[in-house]
């Protein structure tokens, strides 16, 4: 027991005590010396406890309740044999947890989850909690139960786990362990018993040319002697399969394989043995890539977008695949296989996000290349802003000085009639076409307005004209508007209807936006002149047929007449994104038609050896704005780019905003020089050939995977002094750098943390003393099971480590669990506001002392006491009153009476008897009655009322007399 401050310097004004006690004595000397002193006294206790208060003063005590925290590892590492015996060690311990004790269960895993908070319960029920099995992180579960202890107690953590760390650094979190005065005790989950066959590696080179003779290595562990199969797989078929008796210990399998395909391909090594208990660690796998000619995809919407792009290449000794928008690769091992891709007009709703997202970690941490053709579907018009697309290329899709373009007045019409009410994905027809047109309304400027006319057989609801100035109340109300009617889709009508409202409008631009069914629509036969007659007058009409139906065309000759575009949409969930794509065309010149000649811009090697005084004249081009740092290699206005090159990452993309094929390039098509020119475009962004004398290998060490890269030169001699990093990119896009030391002449080697199963690729690159590029290389590496599964994955050296450095113990018995031989913990508890309350008490009882005169109160109170003992007069002037009452009433007053009892009449028969009635007797008392004097005469009813103040000796009326006797005893 002791005492303790939180802001000890408060204690200074204990000084304060000396001038106090002198100015009290000085100034109470008029004070009696034991009053004085008094005073002083508590004076001074009450200046102890203010200041006590402030200080923050707080009893320290010992405590000697224990909290145990139980952490149960429950990774895949641990069998579900080796769970129950963690579970019975559990439950024997609680059974002998003492009272006051409390203890808590914490699961883990790759996370750390609480099963239980600390409490007394000393039954163990079944554990539901369910952490990531796949990795197993000491330092996050042990953090956690730090976190869990209450503070005021003595705190233990019991680890029941096989040591087999592959996340994090659980000695990491020791240091804080021993700043709380945790002591961590270990339990070491035993080894399973049991055959266990493992493949733990498969070495093979990861660069080859095709047709070449490869040799794989596999190391096969086993903790028995046994007989096996292996098998070898080769893009998961089967190739070579032989028996194997398989000694206790390691076994290294040699075999070859030949590969004619060029690109990456998987070979496994799987083994199946006799005996087992896991099945999950008997198969690894390699990624080896066969080098050919470079392979180029290209992505196009239509034929016609690639028909002049994959001759041209292919006459540069490249290998081409062309495949629609559908056919883009949306994982990184796919894309992989090509050292380029071509988008050539695609729009951005025909890409999934999973397909960009794979497309820039293509660029940017493999080293690849990207190249985007324009058109009408691309860029911005395509819709490609904001998206990883947009992020990789050197332009941006956004305009400068959107401002400076003429205002336009914009007027969507789309069917509500009762076919629009058909779901799709959950959504209504005319809820995504109303929500197209309220994504328009995002579009807009101040100046600009939007008119919104729904339709049936009438408009119905309209909406507008609106500025795009009330864009937050115009989104609202469009969407509100997206409920179905029920009438038919006249079509000629609706269009007059938005004709009306923009011939009335004053904006340079006008345009129509016509969303219909692909079927039943109807007043077709005027509908087509009335949008040429509306093309006339400056307004333009898109249009956009929702299902392949059997007005597909009509929709499409009144797009053609109106001087628009036409869309067909088979999936209407792409509805708001086509609306908003023929908007954009209207706000701002995404397309610029007309004729010019290129522009050069700086110098680049896309244009070496290209004849650029005889340039064909193009027809179009996307309208965009040249990124920083970009390289403009040729310009179509001033402020304009047409062919613009970066580096992204690690790899290069290139823009060309012009198109490919018969419309704005129909003449570069023609150009004897454009085979030169594409072929210049994609061979920049092509990654350095791989020289045949670098290699690349992946091997496990424990939990960790090592990278192993042998630089030679065409004369075998080691290239030594490179620095050589790069990135490791797993199938889902995700990276992380990494970094090879030379440990010998010519052999690099790093190493990758705990890596997840999955399919990971090595991008390295070696650059000389200098800062000059050496080599880029790109392997592939194939994690096929979780490091839990690996042997050697226990490391009870660690477990002892732990308990070691936080003077824990390494338990077998579940009865020592609770043991209190741990160090004394203690407990703060403030007192502050209890001195406060006591300051209190004191200063009222300071100011009783020198205020109050105890001897005058003592006098006081004799007095009282004698007044109490006193007869009082009152009272007998009151009997002497009740007693000449009785006198006038007849009765006796030689003495009182006492009180008679009551008797019950006795009954006689007769019919005169009357009951007898008992006469009280007179009352003894002690007090002499004067004798009444003779009484007036009564008055008569002609006299005044009586005296306030009448003798009572002149009343005649016993009641009264006796009533004026009361009073006369209240006033005296």
Do not use: C
Not at 731 to 745: M, R
Not at 939 to 963: F, H, M, S, V, Y
Request: hydrophobic share 40%; no cysteine.
């Amino acid at each position: 027991m002791g005492m303790s401050f939180v802001t000890p310097h408060y204690l200074w004004l204990l000084l304060l005590l000396v001038p106090v006690v002198a100015m009290g004595w000085f100034n109470g000397r008029r004070f009696q010396r034991s009053r004085l002193i008094g005073s002083l006294l508590l004076r001074s206790l009450l200046l102890i406890t203010l200041i006590g208060s402030l200080a923050g003063a707080q009893i320290i005590s010992p405590v000697k309740q224990l909290t145990t925290i139980f952490l149960v590892d429950t990774s895949d590492s641990i069998t579900p044999n080796q769970r129950s015996q963690q579970d019975q060690f559990i439950a024997d311990a609680l059974q002998t947890m003492p009272d006051d004790d409390q203890a808590a269960i914490i699961v883990f895993g790759q996370n750390a989850l609480i099963e239980r908070l600390p409490s007394e319960v000393r039954t163990l029920s079944r554990i539901q909690s369910v952490p990531i099995a796949a990795r197993t992180d000491l330092e996050q579960a042990m953090t956690l139960s730090f976190a869990l202890f209450p503070a005021d107690t003595q705190k233990r953590v019991v680890l029941l786990s096989d040591g087999g760390e592959n996340s994090g650094q659980a000695l990491n979190a020791l240091e804080l362990a021993q700043d709380r005065q945790i002591v961590v005790d270990v339990v070491t989950v035993e080894q399973m018993g049991g055959a266990e066959v493992a493949i733990t590696a498969l070495r093979m080179p990861g660069q080859a040319r095709i047709g070449q003779e490869l040799q794989i290595v596999a190391q096969i562990d086993s903790n028995e002697a046994q007989d096996a199969t292996i098998r070898i797989l080769i893009d998961r078929e089967l190739y070579a399969e032989e028996n194997l008796a398989l000694p206790k210990g390691t076994l290294e399998y040699t075999s070859t394989v030949v590969l004619n395909d060029q690109g990456f391909h998987k070979v496994s090594a799987q083994i199946i043995p006799t005996n087992d208990i896991r099945k999950q660690n008997n198969e690894a796998t390699a990624l080896v890539n066969l080098q050919g000619p470079p392979k180029i995809l290209v992505i196009a919407n239509e034929p016609a977008d690639a028909e002049n792009i994959a001759p041209a290449l292919e006459a540069a000794n490249l290998q081409v695949t062309v495949v629609g928008p559908s056919g883009l690769p949306t994982t990184l091992a796919d894309l992989a296989d090509y050292e380029a891709v071509i988008l050539a007009n695609v729009p951005e709703r025909l890409v999934a996000d999973e397909s960009q997202q794979a497309l820039q970690t293509f660029v940017r941490d493999l080293g690849r290349g990207f190249v985007m053709i324009g058109g009408e579907n691309s860029y911005g018009i395509g819709g490609y802003a904001s998206t990883p697309i947009e992020e990789l290329l050197p332009v941006e899709m956004q305009l400068r000085n959107r401002e400076k373009y003429p205002p336009v007045s914009v007027a969507v019409v789309f069917d509500i009639s009762g076919s629009m009410s058909e779901q799709v994905g959950g959504r209504q027809k005319v809820t995504l076409a109303s929500e197209g047109a309220a994504r328009v309304v995002q579009l807009l400027r101040d100046f600009d307005e939007i008119t919104v006319l729904p339709f049936d057989s009438a408009v119905q609801n309209q909406y507008g004209p609106v500025a795009g100035s009330e864009r937050e109340v115009a989104q609202g109300e469009i969407i509100a508007r997206g409920v179905t009617g029920g009438g038919g889709i006249n079509v000629h009508d609706s269009l007059v209807a938005a004709g009306s409202v923009l011939k009335g409008r004053n904006a340079p631009i006008r345009h129509i936006i016509l969303l219909a069914d692909g079927s039943d629509s109807q007043q077709q036969e005027n509908a087509v002149r009335l949008t040429d007659e509306h093309r006339r007058l400056g307004i333009t009409t898109s249009t956009i047929a929702i299902g392949n139906g059997g007005d597909v065309g009509f929709l499409n000759n009144v797009a053609v007449a109106g001087g628009g575009r036409h869309f067909l949409v088979e999936n209407a969930l792409a509805l708001p994104d086509i609306v908003l794509q023929d908007a954009q065309l209207s706000l701002a010149p995404y397309i610029v038609e007309k004729s010019f000649l290129p522009l050069l811009g700086s110098d680049s090697v896309i244009m070496a050896n290209l004849n650029t005084a005889n340039w064909p004249q193009l027809l179009g081009y996307n309208g965009t704005m040249a990124k920083d740092n970009a390289n403009m290699v040729l310009w179509a206005d001033e402020d304009a780019p047409l062919l613009a090159q970066w580096q992204y990452g690690l790899g290069r993309s290139v823009a060309w905003m012009s198109d490919m094929k018969g419309k704005w390039g129909t003449n570069l098509t023609r150009w004897d020089q454009f085979p030169r020119l594409i072929a210049q475009m994609v061979g920049w962004t092509l990654p350095v050939i791989s020289n045949e004398t670098i290699s690349v290998n992946a091997s496990f060490v424990g939990p960790e995977m090592e990278v192993m890269l042998v630089a030679r030169d065409p004369n075998d001699t080691p290239i030594t002094g490179l620095l050589v990093d790069g990135n490791v990119v797993n199938d889902g896009g995700s990276q992380a750098g990494i970094s090879l030391v030379e440990v010998s002449a010519g052999i690099y080697q790093g190493r990758i943390s705990s890596p997840g199963a999955g399919t990971y690729f090595l991008q390295l690159a070696g650059r000389n003393s200098e800062g000059q590029a050496v080599f880029q290389e790109t392997a592939g590496v194939i994690v096929p099971y979780s490091p839990e599964y690996r042997q050697g994955q226990s490391n009870p050296n660690l477990l002892n480590t732990i308990a070691q450095r936080s003077q824990g113990r390494v338990l077998t018995d579940p009865t020592k669990v609770f043991e209190h031989s741990l160090e004394l913990v203690t407990r703060a508890t403030p007192i502050h506001f209890n001195l406060l309350l006591t300051a209190l008490l004191l200063l009222l009882l300071d100011i009783a002392v020198r205020r109050l005169r105890f001897g005058q109160l003592s006098k006081v109170w004799a007095g009282v006491r004698r007044r109490q003992a006193a007869p009082s007069q009152t009272m007998g002037d009151l009997a002497a009153a009740k007693q000449r009452a009785r006198t006038k009433m007849g009765q006796p007053t030689s003495e009182p009476s006492p009180i008679a009892t009551k008797e019950a009449p006795v009954y006689k028969p007769g019919a005169n008897y009357t009951p007898p009635v008992a006469q009280p007797k007179p009352e003894p008392s002690t007090v002499a009655v004067p004798q009444p004097k003779p009484s007036a005469p009564a008055p008569t009813p002609t006299q005044g009322p009586p005296p306030k103040q009448a003798n009572l000796d002149e009343i005649t009326d016993p009641l009264e007399r006796l009533r004026a006797a009361k009073n006369r005893a209240r006033r005296q």
